[in-house]
């Protein structure tokens, strides 16, 4: 016993730490080294196809804007006239208008019928997995053929207006009518890509806790009620990606209005990029063009910024 607690009340020292023991080792150092060496090196390829994919792209388009260039001859560095010339142009401002239209009616219509339906389709059944793939469909589709098909159905000689005719109705014109056809653009916009949308929301629905949506109930809140107070805020941030891709993307649509409308009538249809790529680049206006392209870039990035800081603003003022 006396042995026992003479072990016991002499307790094991350790070393006092060192002014050797903080140094790091040469070992831990390579290791170290090693690591962000294999980093880089995964990370090398992704960042070298983005700057000669995207980074150097646009450069070499900022350049070309400040010169007067038809694509063969020397470039003639002008400085800003390209840009100064945008606000002069005629057709740059109405086919400015004409995007700013289809991109605000189309998103929001994307948004609205991609919300409603996806509401109706959040419960996991095959019939839903049914509708959600029919409103996906149209989606997967070129959207020149889109066009091509509505087209020739919507055409004056197309099936809606052969029928009108053998009932004695004269023919509807939603593709030679100025007012008429922007309409019909945008429908077949809303048409083609709300499905996207549907697909956004029903996987922001799939996380809203079921918990909250039975104490609501049990509390006598309607389907609208819940839908407006807990299952919409829950979901605002998948609204905001939506509502940005549908901008952006509308900003740059073309080849719709191509195969459509082909800008028509009377260009009462040109959109910017279809403006660029139909009648300016084709005209051997590279540089002017390419000013009209930055132009579309930069609108395109400020509308993300501002809708997105909008919709931070308002979560902000929600919670607070």
Do not use: C
């Not at 010339?85 to 109405?94: A, C, I, M, N």
């Not at 929301?201 to 006598?220: M, W």
């Amino acid at each position: 016993m006396v042995g026992l607690a003479g072990l016991s009340a002499d307790p094991v020292r350790t070393p006092a730490p060192g002014p050797e023991s903080g140094r790091r080792t040469p070992t831990g150092r390579r290791r170290r080294f090693r690591g962000a060496a294999v980093s880089a090196g995964m990370l090398a390829p992704a960042v070298v196809v983005y700057t000669v994919m995207t980074i150097v792209p646009v450069i070499v388009a900022v350049y070309l804007s400040l010169t007067d260039w038809n694509g063969f001859s020397t470039a003639t560095f002008i400085g800003l006239e390209n840009y100064a010339r945008l606000f002069d142009d005629p057709d740059t401002t109405r086919a400015g208008l004409v995007t700013l239209v289809v991109a605000f009616f189309g998103a929001v219509g994307m948004l609205g019928l991609g919300l409603v339906y996806a509401l109706q389709l959040k419960e996991r059944r095959w019939s839903n997995s049914f509708f959600r793939t029919l409103a996906y469909y149209p989606h997967v589709i070129s959207a020149l053929i889109l066009g091509f098909l509505w087209s020739a159905i919507l055409g004056t000689n197309g099936a809606i207006n052969n029928t009108l005719r053998d009932l004695g109705i004269g023919p509807v014109g939603f593709l030679f009518d100025e007012n008429l056809a922007v309409i019909t653009l945008v429908g077949v916009i809303v048409w083609a890509g709300f499905g996207f949308n549907v697909v956004l929301f029903v996987a922001g629905l799939q996380t809203v806790p079921r918990e909250l949506i039975e104490a609501a109930q049990i509390d006598g809140a309607s389907q609208r009620q819940i839908n407006r107070r807990i299952v919409i805020p829950m979901i605002s941030p998948v609204v905001t990606v939506a509502m940005v891709l549908n901008l952006v993307g509308l900003i740059k649509v073309y080849d719709i209005v191509v195969s459509l409308t082909d800008g028509g009538p009377a260009g009462s249809t040109e959109t910017i990029a279809y403006l660029i790529l139909s009648r300016s680049f084709a005209g051997t206006d590279v540089g002017f063009a390419t000013a009209q392209a930055v132009g579309l870039m930069v609108v395109s990035a400020a509308l993300s910024v501002v809708v997105t800081a909008l919709r931070n603003r308002q979560d902000r003022a929600a919670a607070s």
